[in-house]
């Protein structure tokens, strides 16, 4: 036991999971802690934020905050804004004003010289090698860590870790990266433990019974639709389409053959050839291209009826074109309706489209949870289909019962901003098991020097 206190600073704090994972570490570890500074710009974070830890004190941008205003510290915190390299958002890296966030991080750890510091990011900082079974860094991982070891002279260790291996009924990668003046932390070896979703699942609440409900369950009992999406973009055993369910108007089933066969064609890459554009996943096929694959009678009627339904859409090919947004190191594209070609028929719609996007399974973990749709995920109940409630959130990421959000239950608009706030949080019991080999190595260097 010590009665040493670690003082730590929290940025980019978010709903505080960082926080409450390294305070549960370090808490068990026999040390005492206390949070010396807290940044957060968001106010619904900030709302949240205060709320738990009776935390008045919170400062907004820090890159306003001047180094010599933060007292000092032993490690630092940072959840640090993760959309500039995310999948889910247009990945430019260090060409967003969200990736140079990580520069405040590295200025604070220079001019305050902390022992040690404790990150967390998307995986998109890295690149897969699935010939090899590896993972190494990407551009911008290289960049981080070649200021944190040889500019800033720290120990760091780095590693994707998996929600779903620390007991959390989500399958959630992301990057930790930890760093010391001293020896290197393993991130290897943590023990597993598993969970799935009924384990967190609350039973008994009201279900929905609107017109998607009611089409959804005429062609499916609540068991057959554990696991699914419903989206018009992609195929699958697991997938429902709008048309399947008839969501814009009854389908034939000569239709649903075309809309079947259509929405696997356009995503063949010899199209992009053909109509003499840069490959995109899902180009517009005219109704001649059309009929190279699918010729049927009454085509052109079927194809207008769809259109008029709202099941397809008659565009021009979208053509590749550098973005404004591209730097001096990093050329970025975008994708415009290319009007010198002819139009051609399209699947309207993705999964956010609708009033679910996906079904859980009770008997598996969640997908990754992610803001731009967890406010459509769906929930078998009592027989009937439900929205993901908040506190069922809060348990898929690992945050104690006392934890609330309750202040965002009553209307849409604030149950969405809780579905936000819980998208771009962190595991709490991942955080946790790394800051405890954190924990474990500062406190054998406190025993070592007192030796």
Known sequence: MTNKTIKFIDLFAGMGGIRLGFEQAFKQAGFKTECVFTSEIKESAVKAYKKYFNEQNIKGDITQIKSEDIPDFDFLLGGFPCQAFSVAGKQRGFADTRGTLFFEIERIIRDKKPYGFLLENVEGLVVHDLENNTVKPGRTLKTILHKLEKELD????????????????????????????????????????????????????????????????????????????????????????????????????????????????????????????????????????????????????????????????LEHP????????????????????????????????????????????????????????????????????????????????GYPEDYSLCDFEDTQKGKKQGFDLLGNTVCVPVIKAVSERLAAQYLSEIDGGEK
């Open 318 to 397: 979208k053509k590749r074109v550098e973005s404004e947004n591209s730097t001096s190191d990093r050329t970025l594209y975008e994708r415009i309706p290319d009007v010198t070609k002819p139009k051609g028929y399209n699947i309207v719609t993705g999964k956010l489209s609708f009033e679910f996007s996906r079904i859980l399974n009770p008997e598996a973990v969640t997908p990754t949870l992610v803001a731009m749709d967890m406010s459509t995920i769906g929930v078998i109940d009592n027989c009937g289909i439900r929205k993901l409630t908040l506190r069922e959130g809060l348990r898929l990421f």
């Open 154 to 313: 720290y120990t760091v260790t780095w590693d994707i870790l998996d929600a779903q291996d620390f007991g959390l009924a989500q399958a959630r990668r992301r990057i930790y990266i930890v760093g010391t003046k001293k020896e290197k932390v393993s991130l290897k070896n943590f023990p597993q433990k598993k969970s799935t979703f009924s384990d967190v699942m609350e039973k008994g609440c009201k279900t929905l019974n609107g017109e998607f409900s009611k089409k959804l369950f005429k062609k499916f009992k609540p068991e057959e639709l554990y696991g699914k999406a419903i989206k018009d973009k992609r195929g699958g055993e697991n997938n429902i389409h709008s048309w399947d369910i008839g969501i814009r108007g009854h389908v034939t089933q000569k239709e649903q053959n075309l809309l079947n066969a259509l929405l696997l064609e356009r995503r063949k890459k010899h199209w992009a050839e053909k109509i003499g554009i840069d490959w995109m996943d899902g180009m517009p096929l005219t109704a001649e291209q059309i009929r190279t694959f699918h010729n049927v009678e009454d085509l052109q009627l079927m194809l207008d009826k769809l259109v008029e339904q709202g099941y397809l859409v």
